[in-house]
C-alpha cells in the first residue's frame, strides 16, 4: 500500500476534564497521525511468506491453547507466551501489577 497524506500531531482535549486524544495515543505509543490525502494498493498477494507462516502458526496455537486450557489459564498462557494483552481478563491484569509480575507478560500492563 502507499498511503500521501500528511503527519500533524493529534488534538488534545479542549477543555478540562474532557477526553485527551493525544494522551491516549502517547500511552499506546503513538505520537503522530495521518492525515491521508490517497491511499493506494501498489501490489496484491505479495507480502513476506515467513510472516504469513508466524500469522498462521499464531492462530493455530491460540485455537490449541484455546482448546486445551480452560479460562482464565488459557488467557493467561496466551498473554505470556503470545504478548495478547487483549486475552487477560481485567481481574487478571490487576492481579499481575499487583504483585509486580507485570513483567511476565511481555506486553505493558496498565
Given at each position: ?26 500511552y ?53 507466551l ?29
Amino acid at each position: 500500500m502507499r498511503l500521501e497524506g500528511r503527519l500533524r500531531l493529534p488534538q488534545e482535549a479542549r477543555e478540562e476534564g474532557a477526553f485527551d486524544w493525544q494522551r491516549y495515543l502517547s500511552y499506546q505509543g503513538i505520537w503522530v497521525e495521518l492525515a491521508t490525502g490517497m491511499v493506494t494498493v501498489v501490489k496484491r498477494g505479495g507480502g513476506s511468506p515467513l510472516i504469513k507462516w508466524a500469522y498462521k502458526s499464531r492462530d493455530w496455537m491460540v485455537r490449541v491453547i484455546e482448546h486445551t486450557l480452560p479460562e482464565p489459564h488459557s488467557s493467561v498462557l496466551k498473554g505470556i507466551l503470545l504478548g495478547d494483552k487483549e486475552s487477560l481478563p481485567p481481574g487478571v491484569q490487576e492481579s499481575f501489577l499487583r504483585t509486580g509480575t507485570g513483567q511476565a507478560v511481555p506486553v505493558q500492563l496498565g
